[in-house]
């Protein structure tokens, strides 16, 4: 049973370009968490989705960021027009529960913005 | 303010000594509190979860204390070793969960 999987491990961007972060949760988990881990910082939520639905985007800027997670393949945290205060290590965790009782995090994906 | 501190920010210690971190916490309403190890460049791995009405947890080298009512916690090394240098995070879940920003223990040879 693979962990969770996030692709890519590295991304670098440039101002003004896209960035679509890609998560898989464990296999037979249907509930996927985004987090953002700034430079010295701890991890801060982002969002919470369950397949097709987003149940709690909270901590999500209200611009620029999207979320989905689809009924086929995996989740994506998009970030529209990056800017330099996105660089960050972008964490997914998947849980086979509401509630996030037990996540299981994947390796992050480091995004610089150059 | 829901907020979890952490300290110290970051810590040096010899190998096979033990160190001590501290969670301080000011949550409602407060369901549990996990500490995580992430080591550089990967994700957060949980090492114990404890609720309201435990006050001790271990797992290997590691003990976990809880004293709900000073809303502290810390997690205690014993016999540390190089693989213990990573980043500890201490989580404690109130509806969401709320991370400490962590501390950096450093084990040298």
């Known amino acids: 049973n693979a962990g969770v999987m996030q692709n890519p491990r590295h991304l670098v961007r440039r101002r003004g370009q896209e960035a679509r972060l890609r998560c898989s949760p464990m296999?037979?988990?249907?509930?996927v968490y985004w987090y953002r881990q700034l430079p010295e910082e701890g991890l801060k939520f982002m969002v919470y989705?369950?397949?097709?639905?987003?149940?709690?985007e909270s901590g999500m800027p209200k611009e620029r960021f999207s979320a989905e997670f689809p009924k086929e393949g995996p989740s994506i945290l998009r970030i529209q027009q990056v800017v330099r205060g996105d660089s960050a290590a972008y964490f997914c965790?998947?849980?086979?529960?509401?509630?996030?009782?037990?996540?299981?995090f994947g390796p992050g994906t480091r995004l610089l913005v150059l | 303010k829901n907020q979890v501190e952490q300290s110290p920010q970051s810590l040096i210690i010899l190998e096979g000594k033990n160190c001590t971190l501290q969670?301080?916490?000011?949550?409602?309403?407060?369901?549990?509190l996990r500490w995580y190890k992430q080591d550089t460049g990967r994700g957060p791995v949980s090492l114990t979860i404890?609720?309201?009405?435990?006050n001790t947890k271990s797992n290997g080298r590691y003990t976990a204390t809880l004293d709900a009512d000073t809303k502290q916690s810390s997690l205690h090394i014993t016999a540390s070793q190089l693989s213990d240098s990573a980043s500890y995070i201490c989580v404690v879940k109130a509806g969401k969960l709320i991370f400490g920003q962590g501390t950096t223990l450093q084990v040298k040879p």
């Open positions: 965790a998947s849980s086979p529960v509401a509630g996030g009782e037990t996540q299981y």
């Open positions: 989705l369950q397949k097709e639905n987003i149940i709690d």
């Open positions: 969670c301080n916490y000011t949550v409602s309403p407060f369901s549990n």
């Open positions: 404890m609720t309201f009405s435990e």
């Open positions: 296999k037979g988990h249907s509930h």
